[in-house]
Every structure is written in structure tokens, then in C-alpha cells.
């Protein structure tokens, strides 16, 4: 858990809100409770197809003997790469990684049954 008391998360919260404008439902609370380094990152990515690697690296690090975050966090990060394409703020991928799963319910039970 990232407690770094360098990130103004109201304000991250206010820019990330802002950004998201209709589709505010898909605020990411538990990102920013537990990982505020990472909303900032998202925030700062928003709207560039670098947020798709960063989301990316998030969910299949590079590094090995990474942990993996808490079903509820990877949902968060699901449903922003997912919002981020569908506001045509993505890069178009040829069906590999996130843009190969088009089911959020159906990754939801993987992620609980640990594939």
C-alpha cells in the first residue's frame, strides 16, 4: 500500500473526476485509497496512449514474483483501459491483451477462481 503524503489526492481526485465526466461512476476509490501514486499516474496519462502501456504494466508486470493487486483494484484498472478505448482516447489493438477480453463479468469470476 502506497501511504506517500507528497499527492494531493483531492486534487487528483477533482483533475481524475473532471476527466471523466459522465463517466464518473468509474472513479477508481480503491486505487485511490490504497495506491494514490497510481491515480496520479493516471491522471498524468489520461487522454494519451501511454495510459494503455501503464495500465498494461499494472496487470502483467515484467518483473517476476510480483504480487498482483486485489480483485476490486484490478477492476478499477479494467474499467478505466475499457473507459479510456471506448472515449476513443486508446490506441486500436488487434484483439491481445485488455482489448481481447470484452467481457469485464467474465474476467471478473477468472480473477476470483485465480486463472
Known amino acids: 500500500m502506497d501511504t506517500s503524503n507528497d499527492i494531493?489526492?483531492?486534487?487528483?481526485?477533482?483533475q481524475l473526476m473532471a476527466l471523466l465526466g459522465a463517466e464518473q461512476k468509474y472513479y477508481p476509490t480503491q486505487i485511490e485509497q490504497q495506491f494514490p501514486r497510481i491515480l496520479g499516474q493516471i491522471v498524468a496519462l489520461w487522454g494519451k496512449?501511454?495510459?494503455?502501456?501503464?495500465?498494461?504494466?499494472?496487470?502483467l508486470p515484467a518483473r517476476s514474483g510480483r504480487q498482483g493487486?486485489?480483485?476490486?483494484?484490478?477492476?478499477?484498472?479494467?474499467?478505466?483501459?475499457?473507459?479510456?478505448?471506448?472515449?476513443?482516447?486508446?490506441?486500436?489493438?488487434?484483439?491481445?491483451?485488455?482489448?481481447?477480453?470484452?467481457?469485464p463479468e467474465r474476467f471478473k469470476k477468472a480473477l476470483a477462481r485465480g486463472d
Do not use: C
Not at 49 to 59: K, T
Open 69 to 103: 493487486f486485489p480483485a476490486a483494484i484490478a477492476m478499477e484498472i479494467f474499467h478505466l483501459f475499457n473507459l479510456h478505448s471506448a472515449l476513443n482516447l486508446s490506441e486500436k489493438h488487434s484483439g491481445t491483451g485488455w482489448s481481447g477480453v470484452e467481457d
Open 8 to 14: 494531493n489526492v483531492s486534487e487528483q481526485r477533482t
Open 49 to 59: 496512449s501511454a495510459l494503455d502501456v501503464y495500465l498494461n504494466e499494472l496487470m
